[in-house]
């Protein structure tokens, strides 16, 4: 091979390397895996479905997703062991915010999500229909009502239906507190709780269980949300003394705090990532319908890209 032949093939492949370095992220070699939480409930998923589509087509890093529940997330972030938790319910960790965003700094506040959570009691409306009493907590306090909602399990107390035990949950002080002789009983994840409620629905049985909104379940069937005692700080002071009901959430996310430095942009996107309670909602009902997470994902981001495109840096 001639000098000229050899330098013009060096010269090939040296513009070749380096179309594929730009590729991969330029001089800084390959963009770095972004690793985001999923906390066991379905927005949650929803919500790093949505993410990690749009991360990986639009912003070229690979995604990895990590099933934790939500206290034992702040040390994996705070470790940097994962990048971000895009669904955070405040009032159930403000020692927590204090502690890693506000103290140490090990932790970043993320921005609000854009839905307002409610966290609450509910029965069927045909319940309270038979039984005005029953639409306030008051209700709750007889023995007649604990008869009522009774179960094998629970014997003469009635049932209280909980759902996954490492989620932030204040049913079983705030029966204590109010004299209700009910007992909270765990069905263990969202999806067995739902399915609790629907057969109870289905035969038109009494059941009060506790559940939040936005969620599909509501266009599902027809509930009551219980009136519990106004919510107010001092109420809060103290987890055991906790007697009233769950105050409104402005969802927010959380991030490591060494996100910004790994990938600027991943930070700008997950900071700018903002939807209404509509979407979860859309999403869940999708869902609802027979599509998987990721199929439910998918749909959204295919039907509203002027959405999401705002969210790019």
């Known amino acids: 091979m001639n000098q000229f032949r050899k330098y013009s093939l060096l010269t090939a492949l ?18 770095e895996k ?5 906390n066991p409930w379905p927005a949650s998923e929803l919500n790093v479905a949505v993410a990690k589509i749009i991360i990986e087509q639009e912003l ?40 890693y965003i ?15 959570g409610e966290i609450g009691w509910y029965v069927p409306t045909y319940v309270v229909d038979a039984n ?4 306030t907590w008051e209700g709750y306090t007889s023995l007649d009502a604990a008869a009522m909602f009774a179960s094998a399990e629970t014997g003469d107390n009635g049932r209280f239906l909980g759902a996954d035990p490492s989620w932030v949950q204040n049913d079983e002080a705030i029966i204590a507190n109010l004299g209700m002789p009910f007992q909270v009983v765990w069905t263990g994840s969202e999806e067995a709780l739902v399915a609790e409620v629907a057969s109870a629905y289905s035969r038109e049985e009494p059941v009060l269980f506790y559940f939040y909104a936005p969620h599909a379940l509501f266009s599902n069937y027809d509930m009551t949300q219980v009136q519990l005692p106004e919510y107010n700080d ?25 996100l910004a430095d790994k990938d600027g942009d991943v930070h700008a996107f ?10 979860q909602v859309a999403m869940l009902g999708d869902m609802d319908g027979g599509a998987s997470v ?6 959204w981001v295919d039907a509203n890209e002027d959405t999401w495109k705002a969210w790019l840096p």
């Open 270 to 279: 997950l900071s700018n990532f903002n939807y209404g309670g509509d979407a």
């Open 102 to 116: 506000g103290e140490l700094g090990t932790v970043e506040d993320g921005g609000k999500l854009g839905p307002l």
């Open 14 to 31: 040296a513009a070749i390397v380096a179309v594929m370095a730009a590729a991969c992220g330029g001089a800084g070699g390959e963009k």
């Open 132 to 135: 005005p009493e029953l639409a």
């Open 294 to 299: 990721e199929e439910a994902a998918q749909n």
């Open 60 to 99: 070229g890093n690979e995604v990895e997703i990590v099933a934790l529940d939500e206290n034992a997330q702040w040390d994996a972030l705070a470790a940097g062991d994962v990048d971000a938790s895009l669904e955070v319910w405040p009032s159930g960790h403000g020692e927590r915010i204090a502690e």
């Open 34 to 38: 972004i690793t985001l939480v999923e």
């Open 234 to 258: 001092q109420c809060y002071a103290n987890a055991a003394d906790i007697d009233c009901a769950y105050p409104a959430d402005e969802l927010m996310k959380i991030l490591s705090a060494g």
